[in-house]
Each structure stands twice: as structure tokens, then as C-alpha cells.
């Protein structure tokens, strides 16, 4: 990765402070923008851990400026072109610098908006147990890692940090936000997933699942917000190492994942150090994902 010195948090005082994410820090420019800042911390199992990844917010802006720009014909997103540097003080550009973004104030929706379009994680857990993936009814047979006859919408609630994410079902969601504003979302998630999914193809990865955030200004205009098809929100395969009945080595936080795992932890704050090696594998696979398809 990037030789930097990372960035666990941002402390710019030229502009209000608004929230701490697991990933981004924002602030308010005023009453209609904000400044999202993308830092270096990374979670894992919806914790915090105290170690950062020098240049992967750079990655994760980078990579979702990519699909802003892509994706922009489907659905506006809350993007504006105003470069972040003149927002903030002189002393504060570094901070900000190829990491954050000026963006339209907008009223984030409760829920994520996630599309699987293969068998994997959790949903194959589900699968394997109920024959359905949240809730949902799937064809007998299907193996690990196997595409599904067409994607799959599956939202969930927005939890705390700290706290887990619960699955819902469409009907559930129609109760927590206006049934004909579900189904554009629904219908946006898909259409989002299904050109970035035949985009990446071509560029030799595969697009297992993602999850999407939307967000709606005054006159009820829904907005892409947050980020878009990076490795902290999406699952991407290497075509070439693809096969039905295994999981895919991913272009992920699998290595910190699999580390975490060995450990006597119990997926509480406050999470364990990760070793060196285990940040420096990571970060070169968000760095590949990158390359690969924005090259």
C-alpha cells in the first residue's frame, strides 16, 4: 500500500463535527453540504479494530469516485464537484487529500439496500439450513459459490456501531419506509448490481454481493450515498479462481477475517492487534481490486 502514515481519525477543526462511522468521518460545510472523509480504520465483525491500513481510504475513494462516475446514468448520487482541499483550512488538506468527498446534505434511508448475486457467506449458511435465503425460496441443489438464477435483494435495518446489521424481508421493509419508495430501491439495487456485475466481468472479477445506501433530499429525489462497490462493502472473486462448491479467495478483509477468527476473541470491543503481515496482504488486495478494475 501507499507509504503513508495512515489515518485512524480525522481532527479538522475548521468545520462541525457531525459522526464517527466504522470508516468515515463527517463533517458539516454547511446547511446544504458535507465532507465525508474516507480514513484508513477498518472493521471486522461490526468492530473497530485498533489498527489501521496505511492508503485505504485513498483506495476506497478512488474506487467509489470509479462508480459514482459509471454508475451516474441509473441513479444521481450525492457527489458534487467541489474539491474537498478548499473546504478546509491549509494545515487540513492533508488530512483530506484523494480521501474525501463534498457532498449534497441529504436524509440517509434506515436501511442497506444488499444484493447477492452467488451463494455465499451467510446466505449459503441460510441455504443450508432452510432452503431459502432471508426468507426468500430457492431451487434444491445449489451449491456453494453458485450463481443464483437472478440477484437477489435482501435489505437490512442500519444498526449502531457495535451492533449487528439484522436481515429483513421486503414486506418488513415496506413497513419501515413507503412501499413505492421499497420498490425503487429494490429495483435501483438490482440495476446498480447487475451493470457493475457485467463491468467486472470484463476485467476478470466477480461481483458476489454488495450493499448500496440511499439517501432522499426535500422533494423525496433518492440519491446513491456513502460509498459504492468497494472491498469493505462488496465481495469480489477472481474470475480465474472461481469454482462451484468452494468459496473464492476475495479481494477483501478476508486475511484479517480469517486471522481474527484463529484467535481467542470474543468479537467484542476491544478487538486484538493485527500483525503486521495480515494489514500488509490486506491492503495489497484492495490495491489489486483497484488496479484491476480501474486500470
Known amino acids: 500500500m501507499s507509504p503513508q502514515k495512515p489515518l485512524h481519525e480525522t481532527s479538522l477543526k475548521s468545520l462541525k463535527f457531525l459522526h464517527r462511522g466504522k470508516v468515515r468521518d463527517l463533517y458539516e460545510i454547511d446547511a446544504g453540504r458535507m465532507l465525508i472523509v474516507q480514513t484508513d480504520r477498518l472493521s471486522a465483525f461490526d468492530v473497530i479494530l485498533p489498527d489501521s491500513i ?3 481510504g485513498h483506495v476506497l475513494t478512488a474506487m467509489s469516485n ?14 458534487l464537484d467541489v474539491a474537498p482541499e478548499s ?3 491549509a494545515a487540513e488538506r492533508e488530512q483530506v487529500e484523494g480521501r474525501a468527498f463534498v457532498v449534497r446534505r441529504l436524509k440517509p434511508l434506515p436501511i442497506e439496500a444488499i ?13 443450508q439450513k432452510t432452503q431459502m435465503i432471508c426468507s426468500i425460496p430457492l431451487p434444491a441443489g445449489l451449491k456453494e459459490a453458485q450463481q443464483l438464477p437472478q440477484p437477489l435483494f435482501t435489505p437490512s435495518t442500519k444498526a449502531a456501531i457495535g451492533a449487528h446489521d439484522e436481515n429483513i424481508s421486503f414486506a418488513e421493509m415496506e413497513k419501515i419506509i413507503d412501499p413505492r419508495l421499497a420498490a425503487q430501491v429494490r429495483d435501483k439495487t438490482i440495476e446498480l448490481y ?6 467486472a466481468a470484463t476485467r476478470g472479477i466477480i461481483i458476489a454481493d454488495t450493499k448500496f ?9 433518492l440519491y446513491l450515498i456513502d460509498e459504492a462497490l468497494t472491498p469493505d462493502s462488496s465481495r469480489f472473486w477472481p474470475s480465474s479462481q472461481y469454482r462451484v462448491g468452494s468459496s473464492p479467495p476475495s479481494f477483501d478483509k478476508q486475511f484479517v477475517r480469517d486471522w481474527l477468527e484463529a484467535q481467542k476473541w470474543n468479537k467484542r470491543p476491544p478487538a486484538p ?3 503486521a503481515d495480515v ?3 490486506t491492503g495489497e488486495k484492495y490495491e489489486e481490486a483497484l488496479r484491476l478494475l480501474t486500470a
Open 66 to 79: 470509479f462508480w459514482f462516475r459509471k454508475l451516474g446514468h441509473v441513479i444521481p448520487n450525492h457527489l
Open 115 to 127: 444484493v447477492r448475486g452467488y451463494i455465499t457467506g451467510s446466505g449459503w449458511k441460510d441455504y
Open 87 to 89: 473546504v478546509v483550512t
Open 213 to 221: 445506501e440511499f439517501g432522499q433530499d426535500n422533494v423525496g429525489k
Open 54 to 56: 496505511p492508503g485505504k
Open 279 to 281: 494489514l500488509r496482504k
Open 273 to 275: 492487534s493485527l500483525p
Open 194 to 199: 447487475s451493470e457493475a456485475a457485467g463491468y
